[in-house]
């Protein structure tokens, strides 16, 4: 249960912010990672644009060597992120060619269970029976295993609404209420004889702020439509899956390197979004979880991120819960974003002050008023935005472990 009058867990100052990577975490390490990662992510990360990651805020793993067969010495350096892997598969390759950093072909190799390790070389594992979207403990929603199946169908006709449903054991029914979402095929791609859904072949010719030369200017989001994705080893098919604990429908495409979602009452920004598919291949590969993500345990006392006070609530059945509140005069805006995204607005508080700097402010008030939620644990970018007054952003990340009560967290500013 939520215990609103715990001491203040965050104070928000009127100075510049960076958010803060996660235990475990770290930036990319390789410059030339860093700028693929910036051109995309940097926007994002420092809250200048509303959209969905291509990579995530940081990366999981640090920078490490793994086998392929071309390559000096047998090897090839990667990086992985919550969305994707990066690789320099030629490094004696122009750093300024599009294609020296690539993405790896995740997709391609979980659905198929041909691990990569040389251009021609492969390990041979059964397909990855780890949901492609969703709730990870979803028992219906379809795995890149599904896929598999889906592979050499036909594609479906130019223009064609999307009414195909697909379930977890591969089976494709058509219904034709789906026909009210809209959504046609269009973009036929010849190299792998499948036809892009028309949400997602927007989002990649899509124009949108990015990062160039410590600039955001507008600009083609992918410098080449297929950069991210790969081509596409799938048509697109709607399912019905759980996503923070709630039905959703959601249209899912797979491709060789990324797997995309369409969920049309999302957002805008978020509409559109890239799975998990790092995390989902760095699993699979190397049978373990991934670096610095917490254990989900029971009766959880240690002190986690930068929430000092957690009591232990055992009947929160494997969610965490977190409450909210604005002792600061100005309305704000708290944006939750992990594995679910949540948004609360905030009224402001008309008889609150905003604090000196030597005040020693170290509490909350006693009627303040609460907003809880409900989550699913994992690591989160929660970030606050005032809606008026000269107060700029401040986010960080957060671990939120199973059954664990966070308590009431306060926003208030000082000057």
Not at 71 to 81: A, K, L, S, T
Not at 153 to 160: E, I, Q
Not at 261 to 266: R, S
Not at 291 to 308: A, F, K, R, S, Y
Request: proline fraction near 10%.
């Amino acid at each position: 249960m939520l215990k609103p009058w715990l001491p203040v867990m965050v104070a928000l100052l009127m100075v510049p912010f960076a958010p803060a990577l996660p235990a475990g975490a770290m930036p990319p390490g390789d410059d030339a990672f860093w700028h693929v990662w910036a051109r995309t992510d940097k926007p994002v990360a420092d809250l200048q644009v509303s959209r969905t990651w291509m990579w995530g805020l940081s990366a999981f793993s640090a920078t490490m060597e793994e086998p392929y067969v071309e390559r000096p010495n047998g090897i090839r350096v990667v990086q992985y992120f919550d969305k994707s892997r990066m690789e320099i598969t030629d490094p004696v390759g122009d750093p300024r060619s599009l294609w020296y950093v690539t993405n790896g072909l995740l997709v391609a190799e979980m659905v198929t269970g041909k691990l990569q390790l040389g251009n021609n070389a492969f390990e041979q594992r059964a397909p990855a029976e780890v949901n492609v979207a969703g709730d990870a403990d979803d028992p219906n929603a379809p795995t890149y295993a599904t896929f598999a199946s889906l592979v050499h169908l036909p594609p479906l006709p130019d223009g064609a609404l999307v009414v195909q449903h697909l379930q977890r054991d591969g089976t494709i029914t058509e219904h034709p209420e789906l026909a009210a979402f809209g959504v046609i095929a269009t973009y036929y791609v010849p190299e792998t004889r499948h036809r892009v859904a028309a949400p997602f072949w927007d989002f990649m010719n899509s124009g949108e702020l990015v990062y160039e030369d410590g600039l955001y200017p507008l600009a083609p989001l992918f410098q080449d439509p297929f950069f991210a994705t790969g081509f596409p080893i799938s048509e697109a098919y709607w399912t019905k899956i759980n996503v923070g604990g709630m039905q959703r429908h959601v249209l899912i495409q797979c491709f060789e390197r990324r797997c995309l979602t369409y969920t049309p009452d999302n957002p805008e920004g978020w509409k559109v979004e890239a799975g998990n598919v790092g995390q989902h291949d760095f699993r699979w590969r190397y049978d373990t979880d991934i670096p610095g993500e917490p254990p989900l345990t029971q009766n959880v006392h240690d002190q986690l991120g930068p929430t000092p006070y957690m009591l232990v609530a055992s009947e929160l059945s494997g969610q965490a819960a977190i409450a909210f509140g604005n002792q600061s005069p100005y309305a704000l805006e708290v944006t939750i974003q992990g594995p679910v995204r949540r948004v609360l607005t905030l009224g402001g508080c008309p008889d609150c002050m905003v604090y000196p700097f030597d005040s020693g402010r170290v509490a909350c008030r006693e009627d303040l008023e609460w907003r809880g939620l409900i989550l699913p644990p994992g690591n989160y970018l929660i970030w606050a935005r005032w809606l008026e007054g000269d107060v700029p952003p401040l986010g960080g990340y957060w671990t939120l472990v199973a059954n664990a009560d966070y308590g009431g967290n306060c926003f208030y500013v000082v000057q």
